[in-house]
């Protein structure tokens, strides 16, 4: 793997450090897009300057999950969050009321949306803020 797929990956998939770090030797010139991964070598970093980076999130990382918070016993709604406390406070400033749990997806999982399917990560590109409802589900069963 190259590092330019590398960087792509942890841009794509919110690594905030990872992406930092590579950014960080990709300004100090240790290393090129074209390089091989197995070429990349944190301690050339400095590690000073890339917490100070990822402190200050030079690069506008906000890694976005997506929760399914229990409204009654068979309705869920999901809401994309930054953390499960956030999810519950737009959950209770919404709905008026506490959630029965919260539980964390993974961004990956396909729901069935129309005639189709549609991950969590696929539909968090059509929202420019969070939180925000991702959509309900009620069991039948």
């Not at 969050?81 to 709905?95: G, H, R, S």
Request: net charge negative; hydrophobic share 40%.
């Amino acid at each position: 793997m190259f590092v330019k797929d590398l960087y792509l990956y942890s841009l794509l998939y919110e690594e905030s450090s990872l992406a930092h770090y590579i950014h960080h030797l990709l300004t100090e010139k240790k290393i090129t897009l074209d390089d091989l991964e197995s070429q990349l070598d944190f301690e050339q970093a400095d590690h000073q300057k890339v917490a100070e980076m990822i402190e200050n999130n030079v690069l506008g990382i906000h890694k976005v999950c997506v929760f399914s918070l229990k409204m009654m016993p068979k309705e869920f709604v999901f809401i994309f969050a930054e953390n499960p406390e956030e999810a519950i406070q737009f959950f209770i400033k919404t709905f008026q009321q506490q959630p029965m749990n919260c539980h964390e997806y993974l961004l990956d999982f396909e729901i069935i949306r129309g005639n189709g399917s549609i991950s969590f990560r696929e539909m968090r590109k059509e929202f420019e803020s969070v939180p925000a409802i991702a959509g309900y589900f009620k069991r039948e069963w």
